[in-house]
C-alpha cells in the first residue's frame, strides 16, 4: 500500500493553499492544531485522503487508542495525518489542509508523500503553522515569527523574522522540503506564554488565523474565536492576579513586550480605503454585499 492514501478526488480546486500543522512538539497551547480546524470548520472541509501511519510512526511512541462504539465494541484509533480539502466561494484560493500528530519516523518520505499531493492538485503555496512556548505576556497582542521563501508573500512589518538554529519539527522539515521543490512556502509561528502552556489557547489561534487571512487571501467570520480568545485572557487574568508572584513576573513580561513595541509612524496605519477594501472583500466571500449604494 502507497504511503498516500487516496479516498476521493477533490477535482476543481483553485489555485490552492496547503495549510500544515501537527500536534504535539510543534503546537504548544494547541494553537496551531486549532486554528486550521477552525479553517476548516467554517469552510465546510471535506476529508479526501489520509497517510499511512504504519509508515511514519512508532506506536510505542505515539500509541492508538480505544473507544467504545454503542457502549459495548471496541475500536482502534490510530495516530493518523489527515488531508482535507476546503472550498473557499468568491476567494482566489481554496484550501488543503493537513493536520495529525507529528510523524515519528520517515520524515523524508513524508514530505514525499506531501510533495506528492501537491503535485497531484496543483498546489501553489504551502504554509506550515506552529506554535511554541515563549516569554510573552497573555495580556499583549500574540507575537507571530516565521520566514518565507519568497520575501513578496509576506509583509516584512507584520512577521518578525526568525533567526533560530537547533532542533526542529516536521514543520521545518516540511517547509524546507517545499522550498527547495520550488513551491511558495510560508513558516508561521506564534508565541504562547510558557506559564499557561498546557491551557489551549485560543488568543495565538485567532491571530494565526489572521494572519493565514492575509497571506491566502480569504475573509474569515472568526467571532466565535474571538469570543473564546476575550474568555481565556479573561480567565488567565484572574488565576495570574490570586498570585502575587505570578503577577509580578507578568507585569515584567508585559514592561519587557511595551518596551519593545514601535511606534506607530502616521504611514503604517491603515487608511480609510485600506479599511474598506477589506471589509468589502469579507462580505464578498460572505455573499453580503449590499444591494444598493451610493449613487
Known amino acids: 500500500m502507497p504511503p498516500l492514501i487516496w479516498e476521493s478526488r477533490p477535482d476543481g480546486l483553485r489555485a490552492p493553499a496547503l495549510l500544515c500543522s501537527f500536534s504535539g512538539w510543534n503546537d504548544a497551547g494547541e494553537a496551531a492544531s486549532s486554528a486550521l480546524r477552525f479553517l476548516g470548520s467554517q469552510f465546510g472541509a471535506t476529508r479526501f485522503a489520509k497517510l499511512d501511519p504504519d509508515e511514519f510512526f512508532d506506536f510505542q511512541e505515539t500509541r492508538p487508542t480505544i473507544r467504545l462504539v454503542d457502549g459495548r465494541t471496541r475500536e482502534v484509533e490510530w495516530p493518523t495525518v489527515e488531508i482535507w480539502a476546503a472550498r473557499v466561494p468568491r476567494a482566489p484560493r481554496d484550501l488543503i489542509i493537513v493536520s495529525g500528530p507529528e510523524p515519528s519516523m520517515r520524515w523524508r518520505g513524508f514530505c514525499s508523500s506531501l510533495l506528492e499531493l501537491s503535485e497531484a492538485l496543483g498546489v501553489q503555496m504551502s504554509i506550515t503553522v506552529g506554535a511554541l512556548l515563549a516569554d510573552v505576556p497573555h495580556t499583549r497582542p500574540v507575537p507571530l515569527v516565521g520566514l518565507a521563501s519568497d520575501d513578496s508573500l509576506i509583509d516584512p512589518a507584520s512577521l518578525s523574522p526568525t533567526s533560530y538554529e537547533g532542533p526542529t519539527g516536521i514543520t521545518g522539515v516540511v517547509y524546507s522540503a517545499f522550498q527547495d521543490a520550488g513551491i511558495p512556502s510560508v513558516s508561521l509561528w506564534a508565541s504562547v506564554p510558557h506559564y499557561v502552556a498546557a491551557a489551549p489557547n485560543p488568543k495565538a ?25 476575550l474568555d481565556y485572557e479573561r480567565r488567565v487574568s484572574a488565576a495570574v492576579s490570586g498570585d502575587d508572584g505570578v503577577r509580578r513576573f507578568v507585569e515584567r513580561l508585559e514592561q519587557a513586550a511595551d518596551a519593545e513595541l514601535p511606534e506607530l509612524d502616521e504611514e503604517d496605519v491603515p487608511s480609510g480605503d485600506v479599511i474598506a477594501r477589506d471589509f468589502q472583500r469579507f462580505l464578498n466571500q460572505r455573499g453580503d454585499t449590499p444591494s444598493g449604494g451610493a449613487g
Do not use: F, T
Open 205 to 229: 489561534s485567532l491571530a494565526l488565523v489572521r494572519k493565514i487571512e492575509s497571506l491566502v487571501g480569504i475573509a474569515v467570520d472568526a467571532s466565535e474565536l474571538e469570543r473564546a480568545a
